[in-house]
């Protein structure tokens, strides 16, 4: 690391949340006495490693100028976009003009509200001299099946397999190139997706289990525990 290496964060925020049936995008749907993405934001803050944090925002999102966390000097609104690459990329993109290509980035979901801060730097510490970057991982405790019409069409080798969690982090340049290459590739559903279609192998750094996507109603309960326990 060059004394000059900056770090920045992008948190894709302009999904809906479908599986969620609630009446708001599930980023601003209650969580122990804040909304998910101001317990996210805050994690991040706390950190204390970026310059600033991009945040993807809906066009039509009613709820985001509401919050305080929105005007924080080191918060900035990006636009979202149709698929959440998409909106990485355009969060991306409003950086353009401070990061520079050899800055890294760190790209975490909105919708994952308990990021622990010794996460984050774990990340860091293991990535900081790779020629890649790469992500935070669960490795898999279950026995994992192919299956096909309902019926199980073969057994997965759960050594190799691993859980792909956020954040994950590259060079500002590598990535923007990498997604503005995929754009469009339904194919890729996280940032270590889009480097692996141009060759490149990011590396595996174990997250702590509790890092939990909010994804259906009962995932909140469960992530307010984990905030209580943390
Ligand atoms: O829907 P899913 O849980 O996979 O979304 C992961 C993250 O990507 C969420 O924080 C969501 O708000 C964001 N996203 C986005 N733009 C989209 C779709 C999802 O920023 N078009």
Redesign the pocket.
């Known amino acids: 690391m060059t004394e000059s290496t900056k770090f920045w964060g992008i948190?894709?925020?302009?999904?809906?949340?479908k599986?969620m049936q609630a009446d708001r995008?599930?980023?601003y749907l209650e969580l122990a006495g804040k909304t998910v993405i101001e317990q996210t934001l805050s994690r991040l803050l706390q950190a204390d490693v970026f310059e600033a944090i991009a945040v993807?925002i809906?066009s039509d999102d009613p709820y985001w100028p509401q919050l305080p966390i929105a005007k924080h000097e080191k918060i900035l609104a990006a636009a979202?976009?149709?698929?959440?690459a998409?909106?990485?990329l355009s969060a991306l993109k409003s950086i353009s003009g401070k990061a520079s290509d050899d800055d890294w980035v760190l790209v975490h979901?909105?919708?994952?509200p308990c990021i622990a801060a010794s996460d984050i730097h774990h990340l860091i510490a293991c990535l900081i001299h790779d020629d890649v970057g790469g992500i935070l991982a669960l490795s898999s405790h279950d026995t994992l099946k192919n299956v096909q019409d309902g019926r199980i069409a073969g057994t997965l080798d759960r050594n190799h397999i691993w859980r792909a969690l956020t954040p994950q982090m590259f060079r500002y340049g590598t990535l923007k190139t990498a997604l503005e290459e995929a754009e469009g590739n339904p194919a890729i559903?996280d940032e270590a997706s889009a480097l692996e279609l141009k060759g490149l192998q990011p590396k595996i750094v174990e997250g702590r289990p509790d890092n939990i996507?909010?994804?259906r109603p009962e995932d909140l309960s469960l992530a307010q525990f984990y905030l209580e326990q943390q």
Do not use: H
């Open positions: 948190v894709p925020a302009a999904g809906v949340g599986r995008p599930k980023q993807a809906s979202g976009g149709t698929e959440r998409d909106s990485v979901d909105a919708a994952r559903t996507k909010i994804t």
